[in-house]
């Protein structure tokens, strides 16, 4: 296996890298016959969020090089996620976000939503075709729907090629439109969590009091441009650069953020809010290089945007293959991120409430590593099977605030492991 000037080589590697960046997926194609690949991935962490999704991909090449791909995602999700709220010394009641009943979390515990439930289907379609001399232009669009999410995007690029097709240029573009209707409606911003057990005397009124409505909205505009440069005939590299702006409803409805005294105590939930605007940026490189023994595939991306979260990226897998075609490929995967500007593990009562504030560890400061390996098996037919195999760890971080009380005892920023196991098959 060697890296070469071919010129669809490159236009292709580059596609794929455009559209994965954009959020859909450009496949590769030699042969005009259909080509299919279907995935079954389990993700799974541990007393957490399960998922499985199954893919099928289909890709078919005509005249003229013009490339069609579709692709069906189906994700279904169980499991308990965080509500943000922090662990106590003794046993915490919460609502239900539908409103609907309660559940209830043990002394020391983190607080976990068990009723995390959810199956997305996603359809996802991309035409590219050349245009004119050294020119290649992609269009393509995705469409999913959730219980509670709807999205709906549209996508495009193009590419060019100069010096004797050794370099390439491109720029894409993408518009994402998405519903969010969460069971229970919309919660104010900043307003206190209802639990009948607090003695309201009228909990269904005192719950819709704390609802804006049934749904609001979000869009997401991406800008990406890129170039691709064949150094020699062993190494290939990539660098991008990606402008995102999102706008609307950014807010997590299922998120909340504890009150406590100042003995650590908790005396109210609260709504979490975040701002209505968000804009990123993000810088990225990748370079392959094909060794004797295999190819290195070593990437970095950093992102930084204006809710002041950056993190750094670090990505690399080798490709080792073996005389009979079968081959494996070993994977580690580094991540980093300080926390946005707004986030706080909980608010302090008696303080001045902030204008926006989340608990979502997710937008906290954390360190990910993720370490696998993926064995591939050539078939008697000419179709090829995979198997992957990796281990997930992520450690959330404290953003410098110091805890009070007894929450000094408690576990605030708890670790999560997860497996993560795939099989491919393409035919």
Request: proline share 4%.
């Amino acid at each position: 296996m060697q890296l070469t000037k071919n010129k669809s080589n490159i236009k292709a590697m580059l596609t794929t890298a455009t559209c994965a960046l954009l959020g859909n997926s450009m496949p590769v194609s030699a042969e005009d016959d259909w080509q299919f690949d279907t995935a079954l991935m389990q993700y799974a962490e541990v007393d957490r969020v399960m998922a499985t999704e199954a893919i099928i991909a289909g890709r078919k090449t005509f005249g003229n090089d013009e490339i069609l791909s579709l692709k069906l995602t189906i994700d279904a999700l169980t499991g308990a996620s965080p509500n943000g709220a922090v662990a106590q010394s003794s046993p915490q009641t919460f609502t239900r976000p539908s409103g609907n009943g309660q559940y209830k979390i043990k002394a020391g515990d983190t607080p976990l939503d068990d009723t995390f439930k959810d199956t997305r289907v996603q359809l996802t379609g991309q035409w590219t075709q050349p245009l004119l001399q050294d020119y290649t232009v992609s269009v393509g669009g995705n469409f999913s729907k959730e219980y509670d999410y709807l999205s709906a995007a549209i996508n495009g690029n193009i590419a060019k090629d100069f010096n004797q097709n050794n370099t390439t240029v491109s720029a894409g573009m993408s518009y994402a439109y998405d519903v969010i209707e969460p069971e229970g409606g919309i919660a104010k911003p900043l307003t206190e969590l209802v639990i009948s057990e607090f003695g309201q005397t009228n909990f269904e009124e005192a719950f819709n009091q704390t609802r804006l409505g049934g749904d609001e909205t979000k869009s997401t505009a991406d800008l990406l441009f890129g170039v691709t440069q064949v150094i020699n005939r062993q190494m290939i590299v990539q660098l991008n650069y990606s402008y995102s702006t999102s706008s609307g409803y950014l807010t997590d409805p299922f998120k909340v953020v504890s009150s406590v005294n100042n003995t650590g105590q908790v005396q109210s939930y609260l709504y979490e809010n975040r701002p209505d605007e968000r804009t990123k940026h993000a810088f990225f490189g990748q370079t392959k290089y094909h060794f004797n023994n295999g190819v290195l595939d070593a990437s970095y991306r950093y992102m930084t945007d204006d809710w002041e979260i950056d993190s750094h990226t670090f990505d690399f897998k080798y490709y080792m293959p073996f005389d009979n075609g079968h081959y494996i490929e070993p994977h580690i995967r580094m991540y980093t991120q300080s926390a946005a500007e707004f986030y706080q593990p909980f608010i302090q009562q008696g303080e001045k409430l902030p204008n926006f504030v989340s608990a979502d560890y997710r937008i906290g400061e954390l360190d990910t590593y993720t370490v696998g390996l993926k064995y591939g098996v050539p078939m008697s037919n000419g179709n090829s099977l995979a198997f992957r195999l990796e281990y997930y760890h992520q450690t959330p971080k404290s953003n410098g605030v110091e805890s009070i009380g007894e929450l000094k005892d408690l576990e605030l920023y708890e670790e999560v492991d997860a497996i993560i196991a795939q099989v491919t098959y393409s035919f």
